[in-house]
Structures are given as structure tokens and as C-alpha cells.
């Protein structure tokens, strides 16, 4: 691998949505603190959901308002429906709206209530409304991989709802591995169909869970097949409330591990983000999925001096 890869911290929102222990709207500006000081300039800070659907969320906009104002980074909102998207236009403090639908419609029905095609127009009216605006607005398709409820999706559906997504000008499609299933070779095929759909006009993000030891390793698969953004979250914490089973993400400080000894350039710190990791253990007051944190960095040993 070589080239240059944007790495999206996402432990803010969908790393600390699943957790049980709530963390204060002053830790969670810690933690995003934090992920600047590791060199991220692209982090998913919160989600605008209900929040007696979602309560690790409920902080939302306070959150938005203690954010660091500052030139060099994008903050991203994660929007399930309109009301969500208007709640962060209303904070007048994020960069990008990030919006979620299914590749599914059962997953679509008990994440977000409603189905493809709802999902899609949803999207396409906020895409439009965005677009008009001159306000950055991705979309990432959910369960691309396989959903929890239906099973295998068919790689065909996944391209066609982002072949109707891409006439409404996301800056970025995104496709999730909500629940963990994917492998590499899915993983190469699905991305590489949609490279050759979209060439250069449309930046491919991925966003794996760890689920079944597998995320590490489809996250350099999608590099090799072009995505030039991947998700991850310190520590590896993370999950989907509305996905049984669905783990963490690939935690950030691994996968900054695997791209700086694959001569990618990043731009993060790894002991910063060890550090995070650990602070984050601490908070939560429970080991977090991490290998780096274990293990640390490596260092070859030069041997003795002669």
C-alpha cells in the first residue's frame, strides 16, 4: 500500500452510542480534545436522534456548542431523517452532515423507521437541500455486508442505491459493515464496483465493525480498492443499539498501526491515540476492544552496540 488515507474518528458518536455508561458532555469533549491532538481532522462528534431512543446521545447540541471552533478540521453530525438534519443546521457549529440509510428494509425499519426507498428519498431531500445551501452533506449506506434480520445483501442493491444517491451530489458514499460480516474479498469486490462506477467524482468511505476479528483486515482491502476515507474509533469501542451483536469498530490506534507500517500516510499520532485508548478504559471503567493498547507500539530491537 502506499498513498495518502483520511482516517474519520467516529468515537464520539458511534463508539460511545452503545455504551452503557453515559459519559458526561464534558468527557466527551475530552475525548474529541483528544482525537485532535492525535492530528484528526475529520470527526463524527455526535448523532441527532431521539433521545429515548438513544441517551448516550441526548447532549447533542450542548456538545456541538463546546466544540473547539477551528479552521483545519470537519465536524460531522450523524442524521437519521429531516428533524435530525435541521437540529444540526440549527447548532451552526458542525462542517458536514452525514447521513444513514439501509441497505435493507427490515434493518431500515428498526433503526430509523422506514424502508430502501424511504431511506433513499430522505436522502435525496436533504442531498438536494445541502447542496443549495453549499453545506457538505455524505451518505453511508448501513448493513451493505449483510444485515442482522435478512441476511446476505445482494452486492446489485447496494450499487444501485448508490447509483440513485449519486444523482443528488453526496460529496462522499460510505458503505458500513454494521454488524461485522464482511470479509476481504467482499470487501474488494463491492468497492472496486463502485470505483468503477463513480471513478473520481464520488470519494469512497468505509466503515468496518471488528465483530468477527475481521475489520483490520478488510479495512486494508479497502484501501487496495481505493476508498480514501475509513472509520474508526478509539479504543474500539462501539456498535449499533439496533443491531444484535453488532461490536465495536476497528479502533483507530490499530488501524493508524497497520497503514504506518504499509507506508500510508495518515497524519495521526499512535501514542496519542494509545493514550486515548487508555483514558478512555478509565472513563468507561472496563477494558476497551483495542490490540495496541495490550500490546504497544513495535519497536524493533537494534541489538547490542558494538
Not at 464520488?202 to 476508498?227: E, K, M, Q, S
Not at 451483536?245 to 507500517?261: H, K, M, P, Q
Request: aromatic share 4%.
Amino acid at each position: 500500500m502506499t498513498g495518502q488515507i483520511t482516517v474519520m474518528e467516529v468515537s464520539p458518536r458511534d463508539g460511545l452510542q452503545n455504551e452503557s455508561v453515559l459519559l458526561s458532555t464534558e468527557d466527551k469533549l475530552e475525548l474529541i480534545d483528544r482525537s485532535l491532538a492525535s492530528g484528526a481532522r475529520r470527526i463524527e462528534v455526535t448523532s441527532f436522534v431521539h433521545p429515548k431512543v438513544v441517551p448516550q446521545m441526548a447532549d447533542a447540541e450542548a456538545v456541538c456548542q463546546g466544540l473547539p471552533q477551528r479552521g483545519d478540521v470537519t465536524y460531522t453530525g450523524l442524521v437519521l431523517n429531516r428533524r435530525g438534519y435541521e437540529r444540526l443546521l440549527a447548532t451552526e457549529r458542525l462542517n458536514e452532515a452525514g447521513i444513514v440509510i439501509p441497505a435493507s428494509d427490515t434493518f431500515g425499519s428498526r433503526n430509523q423507521g422506514m424502508t430502501v426507498a424511504d431511506g433513499i428519498a430522505m436522502a435525496t431531500d436533504i442531498l438536494t437541500d445541502a447542496r443549495v445551501r453549499g453545506f457538505r452533506a455524505q451518505v453511508t449506506i448501513a448493513v451493505a455486508f449483510g444485515c442482522p434480520f435478512e441476511g446476505d445483501v445482494a452486492p446489485e442493491a447496494v450499487l444501485e442505491i448508490a447509483r440513485r444517491l449519486a444523482d443528488s451530489g453526496p460529496v462522499e458514499i460510505g458503505l458500513a459493515d454494521t454488524i461485522g460480516v464482511g470479509v476481504p474479498a467482499q470487501v474488494r469486490d463491492l468497492f472496486g464496483a463502485l470505483g468503477d462506477e463513480f471513478g473520481d467524482d464520488i470519494p469512497l468511505r468505509a466503515h468496518f465493525h471488528d465483530t468477527r476479528n475481521t475489520g483490520i483486515a478488510n479495512a486494508d482491502a479497502a484501501v487496495l480498492a481505493g476508498v480514501t476515507t475509513l472509520d474508526a474509533s478509539i479504543g474500539g469501542i462501539g456498535g449499533c443499539p439496533f443491531a444484535p451483536s453488532a461490536t465495536g469498530n476497528i479502533a483507530t490506534e490499530d488501524l493508524v498501526y497497520l497503514l504506518g507500517r504499509s507506508g500510508v500516510e495518515h497524519g495521526l499520532d499512535l501514542e496519542v491515540l494509545i493514550d486515548g485508548a487508555q483514558w478512555l478504559s478509565d472513563v468507561l471503567g472496563k477494558p476497551v476492544p483495542s490490540s495496541l493498547l495490550r500490546a504497544g507500539d513495535f519497536v524493533a530491537d537494534p541489538g547490542p552496540e558494538d
